[in-house]
């Protein structure tokens, strides 16, 4: 059955965040009660992402390079973005990012104080990425840097779990049509399945609507939405399980692609694409 390699330290597998930081991404989004700048929001699910990874990935002894993980930003230039020690590297083994934050920020959150009520309470979170908001769309150029490095971990890991590309954008290519560069970078396949592309779609049309994880494009606003969800993979059984766990409810047919996606069902479809799951 495809997509049902063990993941271990001798056979890890990879997710490639590509993330638009195109100028429109400085636009205001809902995030829970407030908004929030779709760099700073996207950023911010990245960091925590990356944090959590961290910590399910640790045992007794340290960190398990279970996965490796490389974020490539595309903007008014292309390339890798991890910030700090690990900048400019397009994979990264997790217990590297884990050992190698930038820095640590001081966040303010809410929780129950035990009588019903909320206090607010300061947490220190890690920061590998930054968020950047210049420049036009470059997604060709990102897509073919997407295709040249899950090449490369290809022919190294040939048998593991098929790289997952989780790619984060607000508008239309400003560099040509990506579609035939996105369908090439989803036929790379490892033995066990190919890789797998989830688009999340911050769309800035007035008539898109949120819509998570459809099995049609019929009800899609625009034809470069209908481009997105065509090219996003199918979610697995598993991802579907875990996307009823967050109530959705999807059909076999399903995709993974979510349009006019708010903070929170960033979050979500961040966590049904990169749940880790048969570690060994």
Known sequence: MAYSAEISRDNPSCFLFLVDQSTSMSEQVAAGDATQQKAAGVADSINRWLQELSIKCAKVEGVRDYYHVGVIGYGSTVGPRFVGPIAGRDMVPISEIAENPARLEERTKKIPDGTGGLVEQTVRIPVWFDPVANGGTPMCRAVGEAERILQDWI??????????????????????????????????????????????????????????????????????????????????PSMRALAKEHGFNTSQDARSFVLNADMVLLVQAIDIGTRPSNLR
């Not at 048998?159 to 560069?181: L, M």
């Not at 396949?189 to 049309?205: E, Q």
């Not at 007035?206 to 459809?214: E, H, K, R």
């Not at 899609?220 to 065509?230: G, N, T």
């Open 155 to 236: 022919t190294e890991r040939p048998n593991c779990f098929p790289p997952i590309v989780i790619h984060v954008t607000d508008g239309e290519a400003t560099d040509g049509d990506p579609y035939e560069r996105i369908q090439s970078l989803t036929q790379l396949a490892t033995s066990d399945g190919n890789v797998m592309l989830f688009n999340i779609h911050m769309s800035a049309n007035p008539d898109a609507v949120p819509m998570s994880f459809p099995d049609s494009a019929d009800e899609l606003p625009d034809e470069y939405s209908k481009m997105l969800f065509e090219t996003s993979s199918p979610l697995t």
